[in-house]
């Protein structure tokens, strides 16, 4: 009986042991739970920042040229430069304008540039690069800016202890109860707000800059990219004004035939001619006219190709408001326009952007070896259910210094040094193109404005030997070989002279293009319109 009574007071019953087993492993099980979901975890930065890397050349693609190659020139001609814009990438296509009119348009320069600044999809991919960039901006600053967050969970639970590692066996020695196998099932509430929050880490500041510079360069790429079109529709409205001028000169001409065919007929069927004179003047008159037909379909090519660059629809008629006529303007000295040159370009100011973004990134992987420092923490409401909660919270500041990262950081430095070796010769190199862009204009500008004099004097004096030669053969002096020899003169006459004057125009818009003046003083190129 004393032995029974021994044996109650210095033992524990059954069912406590039991509990109190169950409810060491409950918590150790809840404790891992936990752990693994995050919530016992020091609200902090995981993995440390790294730098990013840039693409080894930041120039853009596409764009507009104009071009000019000396040609050798048939005999009757005085051009010897060969004018050409070409168009390229998405500059030559365009999104369906606003405000568009049916039917008809009477086109200025100024409205097709307008139209061609609103919809063409060399700027509109342009500024959708700088949103990019602007958005990779703000990517890189949340990095550094505080991480909050909230979160509410209701959770039920029923756990198998025996599958998670806790048995009677685990505890070193026979129980003199029978250890639980499963436990629940149970419910709890979890309410917590966490905050993480960085406070030193120079990478990732270094990459904030880097990227602020990088949206600082696609920026100026999309104000750039505004001369682009300036100089593609500019130029395609100039050889649409120039092919109409053709068109116009070519209809004279085929007048001027059709008025030597009927003159060599009518001496003909009155005997003072042999027939082959009016012969000769027909193939005349219908070469001309198929001059002048190939002249309207090339224009009507044109006028295709400007509405696709200026968001108008292609079954809409074109006609333009100006008309060519030589260009008298003043131009700078030709070093003062270099230096205004490399203040204006936009596309130089990139490149200068593009080399401290890639200065920053390589401070950005030298900082990756430094110590980093941050901050997080977490408070919440647990509990059964939400009337019997209990405050929790953790708090907890940390830093973290590499000590071998496997050759990482190293490599990251040696990308970033090519890459700013690579932009810092870009940026020299885009000098000396802004340079030759801007002589190289001057040059075809002073070509084209002494040919557009030449030009001018080589028409009127074609049109005097013309007016000579119908003149000699009215009164039987020539015949009709010379009257066509001349009109083939007057009409390669007129067509130097159109052409020669497009080549000026285009010349001067390049020049402006040249200097990063193209947007900004277009309307003072045509006052004389």
């Known amino acids: 009986m004393d032995s029974h009574e021994h044996r109650r007071r210095g033992s524990v019953p ?3 042991l039991a509990r109190s087993a169950a409810g060491i492993a409950l918590a150790t099980l809840m404790g891992a739970a936990t752990i693994a979901s995050g919530q016992g975890q020091p609200a902090t930065q995981g993995a440390a920042s790294r730098a990013i890397q840039l693409p080894l050349s930041g120039r853009p693609g596409g764009g507009a040229a104009v071009s000019q190659s000396a040609t050798p020139p048939p005999s009757s001609s005085v051009n010897t430069v060969n004018t050409q814009v070409t168009v390229q990438g998405a500059y030559a296509g365009s999104a369906p304008g606003r405000n568009t009119p049916s039917g008809s348009i009477t086109l200025t320069l100024d409205e097709a540039v307008r139209r061609g600044l609103e919809s063409n999809l060399g700027v509109i991919g342009a500024d959708a690069a700088s949103l990019q960039a602007k958005a990779q901006r703000l990517q890189a600053r949340s990095a550094l800016l505080p991480n909050i967050s909230a979160s509410l969970s209701e959770n039920a639970a029923k756990v198998d ?12 020695s026979s129980l003199p109860f029978q250890f639980p196998g499963v436990v629940g099932p149970f419910h ?8 993480q929050q960085s406070l030193l880490d120079l990478t990732a500041i270094h990459n904030l800059r880097s990227a602020g510079q990088l949206a600082s360069a696609t920026n100026l790429d999309a104000k750039q990219a505004r001369e682009e079109v300036v100089l593609a529709v500019t130029g395609v409205y100039l050889q649409l004004m120039a092919t109409s001028a053709a068109v116009e000169e070519q209809q004279v001409e085929v007048q001027y035939a059709e008025a030597s065919y009927k003159q060599a007929q009518d001496q003909a069927d009155a005997g003072n001619k042999a027939p082959i004179e009016a012969n000769r003047s027909l193939v005349e008159l219908q070469t001309e006219r198929q001059r002048l037909r190939s002249q309207l379909g090339d224009m009507q090519k044109q006028k295709n190709q400007l509405a696709r660059m200026i968001g108008l629809p292609l079954g809409l008629e074109i006609e333009l408001a ?48 430094l110590p980093t420092a941050s901050l997080g923490g977490q408070y919440g409401l647990e509990g059964t259910n939400p009337n019997q909660g209990a405050g929790v919270f953790q708090a907890s500041a940390s830093i973290s210094v590499p000590i071998f990262q496997g050759g990482r950081i190293h490599a990251d430095t040696l990308q970033a040094d090519a890459v700013v070796t690579q932009r810092r010769a870009e940026l020299a190199d885009q000098r000396g193109v802004v340079e030759l862009d801007v002589r190289n204009a001057y040059i075809d500008l002073g070509v084209a404005d002494d040919q557009v004099k030449t030009a001018d004097s080589n028409r009127q004096l074609a049109m005097q030997n013309l007016q000579q030669s119908q003149d000699r053969f009215s009164v039987g002096v020539a015949n009709s070989v010379e009257v066509v020899n001349s009109q083939e003169s007057l009409a390669a006459a007129d067509h130097d002279y159109v052409s020669s004057l497009f080549s000026q125009y285009l010349s001067r818009v390049t020049l402006a293009h040249a200097m990063g003046e193209a947007e900004k003083d277009l309307s003072d190129l045509f006052v004389q319109h």
Do not use: C, M
């Open 322 to 369: 100006e008309k060519l006529k030589p260009l008298q303007a003043e131009t700078p000295p030709v070093e003062d326009a270099v230096r205004r040159a490399w203040t204006q370009r936009q596309d130089l100011k990139a490149t200068e952007a593009q080399l401290r973004a890639a200065e920053e990134a390589r401070k950005a992987a030298g900082s990756e070896h």
């Open 188 to 195: 709890y509430y979890d309410l917590h707000g966490s905050l």
């Open 14 to 16: 059954t069912s406590s």
């Open 161 to 172: 202890l025996a599958a998670e590692g806790f048995s009677a066996s685990a505890f070193g």
